[in-house]
């Protein structure tokens, strides 16, 4: 008799990072078939990140897009899922994080009356413009999820401050611990041509990873951003910059442009998972606006400068690992040369470990969805570090 079905609903690049662990935890566990639906938001990006863990998406949604417009992508996926879940109908549905993808799979399962797993459910910025339009997506994701998969104790306290029922709040951890310690363990060869030259020719300087992606970053915000970068690599010849450019042609250029004539800066396309997750294992630094990274470089001990003036993940700074810095050129500067002037200060940013997994959470995420359904017990909560962002709360959801 085959296993009932799940199915993981991913449409961007971080999406398919995170719910591939997933997919070989249900594997691994047996009791549910995970089906991996791409939904068409990027398909040739999720496909990509699914390579660096040997899977494909079992279904593709065929998305046509002509203006481009959030109401537009939302629709058509709504259509697309709910005709797909009409013929055939799995158990559960899972989302992740706050996407468009997320916001439709998570409506067009809830009408059709299948429970929704909210995978890094809880994230709050508090302002509704900031991120936009993540901030409100999560919020709608939650009002109809059955089970709320937090990545930490500050997420499913706010689940609660809103009113989610204690029983379905679990503290997972994130996913993307999982993903990014079993890529960068892997430590493959670097796919992208110009990041192994500049690797290989890098001898003992130190790597400073920069990435500058988000829609708000665009503009005069990334002009100061890459004049710290300037004065950085005129400061300190011991360090090279490694900067994946946002793929917008008019971004390329302005970062191009930007740092244009400096040695020990290599500016490159979007890179492949395993090449990013590689880099970050070797950096001394990383500045970024990425909201994964924030996550992903505790388990690296590599402390984080947050390119942003708000953040969801407070985790990060509460842990002392990240620091918000915004787009403020003079800050940027004077908070790396702190970390770049002492290596005692940097390894202090990071020695509390990381607040957001332990490497357990698509375990944890195959058992609660298992539990969900009567075909497992409810797997305990990650343990939360000693820290003062969790030693309030414990681990008691």
Same mark, same amino acid.
């Given at each position: 008799?085959?296993?009932?079905?799940?199915?993981?609903?991913?449409?961007?690049?971080?999406?398919?990072?995170?719910? %591939?662990?997933?997919?070989?935890?249900?594997?691994?566990?047996?009791?549910?078939?995970?089906?991996?639906?791409?939904?068409? /938001?990027?398909?040739?990006?999720?496909?990509?990140?699914?390579?660096?863990?040997?899977?494909?998406?079992?279904?593709?949604?065929?998305?046509?897009?002509?203006?481009?417009?959030?109401?537009?992508?939302?629709?058509?996926?709504?259509?697309?899922?709910?005709?797909?879940?009409?013929?055939?109908?799995?158990? #559960?549905?899972?989302? /992740?994080?706050?996407?468009?993808?997320?916001?439709?799979? %998570?409506?067009?399962?809830?009408?059709?009356?299948?429970?929704?797993?909210?995978?890094?459910?809880?994230?709050?910025?508090?302002?509704?413009?900031?991120?936009?339009?993540?901030?409100?997506?999560?919020?709608?994701?939650?009002?109809?999820?059955?089970?709320?998969?937090?990545?930490?104790?500050?997420?499913?306290?706010?689940?609660?401050?809103?009113?989610?029922?204690?029983?379905?709040?679990?503290?997972?951890?994130?996913?993307?611990?999982?993903?990014?310690? #079993?890529?960068?363990?892997?430590?493959?060869?670097?796919?992208?041509?110009?990041?192994?030259?500049?690797?290989?020719?890098?001898?003992?300087?130190?790597?400073?990873?920069?990435?500058?992606?988000?829609? &708000?970053?665009?503009?005069?915000?990334?002009?100061?951003?890459?004049?710290?970068?300037?004065? $950085?690599?005129?400061?300190?010849?011991?360090?090279?910059?490694?900067?994946?450019?946002?793929?917008?042609?008019?971004?390329?250029? /302005?970062? &191009?442009?930007?740092?244009?004539?400096?040695?020990?800066?290599?500016?490159?396309?979007? $890179?492949?998972?395993?090449?990013?997750?590689?880099?970050?294992?070797?950096?001394?630094?990383? $500045?970024?606006?990425?909201?994964?990274?924030?996550?992903?470089?505790?388990?690296?001990?590599?402390?984080?400068?947050?390119?942003?003036?708000?953040?969801?993940?407070?985790?990060?700074?509460?842990?002392?690992?990240?620091?918000?810095?915004?787009?403020?050129?003079?800050?940027?500067?004077?908070?790396?040369?702190?970390?770049?002037?002492?290596?005692?200060?940097?390894? %202090?940013?990071?020695?509390?470990?990381?607040?957001?997994?332990?490497?357990?959470?698509?375990?944890?995420?195959? /058992? %609660?969805?298992?539990?969900?359904?009567?075909?497992?017990?409810?797997?305990?909560?990650?343990?939360?570090?000693?820290?003062?962002?969790?030693?309030?709360?414990?681990?008691?959801?």
């Amino acid at each position: 008799m085959s296993l009932p079905e799940v199915h993981l609903i991913g449409g961007t690049r971080p999406e398919a990072v995170k719910l %591939a662990p997933v997919v070989l935890a249900f594997r691994e566990a047996g009791l549910l078939a995970p089906v991996l639906v791409a939904s068409g /938001q990027h398909p040739t990006m999720v496909s990509q990140a699914l390579a660096a863990f040997d899977l494909t998406p079992d279904i593709t949604l065929q998305v046509e897009r002509g203006t481009g417009s959030q109401a537009e992508l939302l629709t058509a996926m709504i259509r697309e899922l709910d005709e797909l879940w009409a013929v055939r109908t799995p158990a #559960a549905v899972i989302v /992740q994080g706050d996407t468009t993808t997320s916001l439709a799979g %998570a409506l067009a399962a809830f009408w059709r009356r299948i429970p929704v797993v909210h995978l890094e459910a809880g994230l709050r910025s508090g302002d509704l413009d900031s991120p936009f339009p993540e901030e409100a997506n999560r919020r709608l994701v939650a009002q109809v999820s059955a089970l709320h998969l937090a990545p930490t104790p500050l997420a499913a306290m706010n689940l609660l401050d809103e009113n989610i029922p204690t029983q379905d709040v679990l503290i997972a951890g994130n996913t993307v611990v999982d993903a990014t310690l #079993a890529v960068a363990g892997r430590r493959m060869p670097f796919e992208n041509p110009q990041v192994a030259a500049a690797r290989a020719a890098a001898g003992d300087r130190r790597l400073v990873l920069v990435t500058a992606h988000r829609r &708000e970053s665009w503009g005069a915000p990334l002009d100061r951003i890459l004049a710290a970068v300037r004065e $950085l690599v005129d400061k300190y010849a011991d360090i090279d910059v490694i900067l994946p450019s946002h793929p917008n042609p008019a971004v390329r250029a /302005q970062v &191009e442009a930007g740092l244009a004539g400096l040695d020990r800066v290599t500016v490159t396309d979007p $890179l492949p998972y395993p090449d990013l997750a590689r880099l970050l294992s070797e950096a001394y630094l990383v $500045l970024t606006d990425s909201g994964g990274i924030q996550e992903e470089a505790p388990s690296f001990r590599v402390p984080a400068l947050v390119l942003r003036d708000v953040t969801e993940r407070v985790e990060s700074l509460h842990a002392g690992c990240a620091r918000l810095v915004g787009s403020d050129t003079e800050l940027i500067v004077k908070e790396s040369a702190e970390l770049l002037d002492s290596r005692i200060r940097r390894d %202090a940013m990071t020695a509390g470990g990381n607040p957001y997994g332990d490497g357990l959470a698509a375990r944890r995420t195959a /058992q %609660a969805t298992a539990a969900l359904l009567g075909l497992a017990e409810k797997p305990s909560p990650m343990p939360a570090l000693e820290s003062p962002a969790t030693a309030t709360y414990g681990a008691s959801f």
